[in-house]
């Protein structure tokens, strides 16, 4: 059992490339997330699924694309790089929402750099 | 606009010392708040808190809610040089987790 893994782990893009960050979950989990963290702002919610085929725009959406084709899979993507995206980037899963005692669980995170 | 304030947002004590850490929020349909540690990388759960005054507690770690004055409080006892970290405090709204801005504690031998 596995939990939520991470792919990749590290990357370094220049200034306009592409990339799409891979998040996968065992746990039958419905609801999906992709967090990003920077220096003295905590977690930021980027984008999030409530189940395969939907998703929805979290706080700082600009800039990524996600894609949830499969129930344990969900995909965030950068079409055009930029320095501003250089973050830490955490992708969670939860059962659902709408439990008040439903916890998140946390990916190892992928380190992006864009110079 | 849903909001979580940590405070203090970096403390730096001697191993021994006890800690406080607070959590404020304005979040609606509050559903849970929940305190995460994160070390060097993903974040791991501590506690669910949905209820006001009930104390949940693991250890040398507890924590407590108040839904009237909206915050919450995690404290450490007889802090140990493993507990440096980072502490996350979130809230749970109607379909989302609300992060603070996280305490970073540093315990020094």
């Known amino acids: 059992n596995a939990g939520v893994t991470q792919t990749p782990k590290f990357r370094v893009l220049k200034t306009g490339q592409s990339m799409t960050l891979l998040c996968a979950q065992d746990m039958n989990h419905e609801y999906m997330y992709w967090y990003r963290q920077d220096p003295g702002m905590g977690l930021r919610l980027i984008h999030y699924s409530v189940g395969e085929g939907t998703t929805a725009k979290g706080e700082v959406p600009d800039g990524y694309n996600v894609s949830r084709l499969k129930k344990q899979n969900f995909l965030l993507g950068l079409e055009s790089a930029a320095p501003s995206q250089t973050s830490v980037y955490f992708c969670?899963?939860?059962?659902?929402?709408?439990?008040?005692?439903?916890?998140?669980?946390f990916g190892p995170g992928t380190r992006l750099t864009v110079l | 606009e849903d909001k979580v304030v940590q405070s203090p947002l970096s403390l730096v004590v001697h191993e021994g010392d006890t800690v406080t850490l607070n959590c404020s929020y304005e979040v609606t349909n509050f559903r849970s708040l929940l305190w995460y540690k994160q070390e060097k990388k993903a974040p791991t759960f501590l506690f669910m808190l949905?209820?006001?005054?009930i104390e949940k507690k693991s250890g040398r770690l507890s924590s407590i809610l108040d839904k009237k004055e909206l915050f919450s409080i995690l404290n450490i006892t007889a802090t140990q040089t493993g507990d440096s970290a980072i502490y996350l405090c979130a809230v749970k709204g109607a379909q989302k987790l609300v992060f603070g801005q996280g305490t970073r504690l540093t315990i020094n031998p």
């Open positions: 969670a899963s939860s059962t659902g929402s709408y439990s008040s005692t439903d916890t998140q669980y």
């Open positions: 949905t209820s006001s005054g």
